[in-house]
């Protein structure tokens, strides 16, 4: 069956304490909008999230919860492909081959390897968590995915993703899409609630991230006390680095220009404005916390969509690669038409 949709891809890691308001808002939600428009693969990198220290049962029990949050936000199996990256064995395998067309130099200049190694400090960061980008860039390029939707902080491995697919190409012969680089704008950076110099994510400390299965009563505590900047004008500005995340926020929600928000909000205090940004984060995400946990409680039919998911995603990813092995100079099985 041909497709003449536009293909993408894009995944979320499982690690962690599920999905924060920066990538609900800059990835998850955005997705489902995508699902009718495009050929959509969306997926678990189980394989990523083992590049850091991690507990397996933590790990296998987030990657349902992860696909139970993705369907609860609105994503349909039925039409969108989504799946686990570990049920695909192709992309380890094509990762390998993308590894042997990647400079060291290239590698080590991906700031979130650097971020993550300096976190730490590079005598404890793995091989793995190096070569991140370039198992990235096979996610990419075994679907001959047209475009990427992801979050600014991606687009440098996009960016690589594009790199190696032309020198591939250039090298071997026309065999990879080279996908486009697509950065969703408006909330292409959603900040740290405590300390909005730095993006939201799950590894600073709770207080400045919303969590999508936080409890209702959390989530307004922490928007309640989410810093702000002198002064007490709602307006988003460079000086303003806290009410303008607050505004992206609200207005990411409501569908709002921030424009509009401003004068909305013209007048009354921050403490007025919060409790806006407070109801309209609850009024989002109660619904999907109760799909969730519906979902969650039947793991047979999350088991059966990603049976189904996996099927799909690997009869593409089969053909990229054999293409691929073909291309390098591997020798076919004998016995079998290719790999
Ligand atoms: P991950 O799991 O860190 O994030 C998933 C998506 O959410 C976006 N995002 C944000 N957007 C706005 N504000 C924030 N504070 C914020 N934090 C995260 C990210 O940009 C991303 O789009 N390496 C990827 C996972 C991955 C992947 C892929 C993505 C593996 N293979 C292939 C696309 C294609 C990652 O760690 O995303």
């Not at 370039?134 to 996009?158: C, F, M, N, T, W």
């Not at 909005?196 to 999508?212: D, E």
């Not at 928000?261 to 009354?268: K, M, R, T, W």
């Not at 999350?302 to 690997?314: I, K, T």
């Amino acid at each position: 069956m041909s497709d003449e949709r536009p293909r993408i891809l894009s995944g979320i890691q499982p690690t962690g304490v599920g999905s924060h308001l920066g990538n609900y808002l800059g990835a998850v939600k955005r997705w489902v909008s995508l699902q009718d428009g495009y050929d959509a693969f969306y997926f678990i990198p189980d394989l990523h999230a083992i590049t850091v220290p991690h507990d397996p049962a933590a790990l296998r029990r987030r990657t349902l919860e992860a696909v139970a949050e993705l369907m609860a936000v609105g994503l349909d199996p039925k039409r969108a492909t989504l799946f686990v990256q570990s049920h695909v064995p192709e992309h380890a395998q094509l990762g390998w081959v993308l590894g042997c067309i990647t400079g060291f130099g290239e590698a080590s200049r991906m700031t979130q390897f650097k971020d993550k190694a300096a976190r730490d400090d590079l005598g404890t960061a793995t091989v793995g968590l190096f070569s991140y980008p370039i198992l990235q860039a096979a996610d990419i390029l075994l679907y001959g995915a047209d475009e990427v939707p992801v979050g600014s902080d991606q687009s440098q491995h996009v960016e690589l993703t594009r790199d190696l697919a032309q020198r591939f190409n250039s090298r071997f012969g026309p065999t990879f899409t080279v996908p486009k680089p697509t950065v969703m704008a408006e909330t292409a950076r959603i900040a740290d609630l405590q300390d909005p110099a730095k993006k939201m994510s799950k590894s600073l400390p709770p207080a400045g991230t919303v969590l999508v299965m936080d409890a209702p009563a959390t989530t307004r505590r922490k928007i309640m006390r989410a810093v702000t900047d002198t002064g007490s004008e709602v307006r988003a500005a460079d000086d303003k680095p806290g009410v303008t995340n607050l505004l992206g926020i609200l207005s990411a929600l409501t569908a709002t220009p921030v424009a509009a928000l401003e004068e909305q909000f013209a007048g009354s205090g921050y403490g007025d404005f919060k409790r806006a940004v407070a109801d309209a984060v609850a009024a989002e995400l109660e619904p999907v916390q109760e799909r969730y946990a519906a979902l969650l409680a039947d793991p047979a039919f999350l088991g059966d969509v990603l049976a189904d998911g996996a099927d799909r995603a690997r009869s593409v990813a089969r053909e990229t690669l054999a293409r691929a092995f073909d291309a390098v100079g591997f020798l076919p099985p004998a016995g079998a038409a290719r790999w």
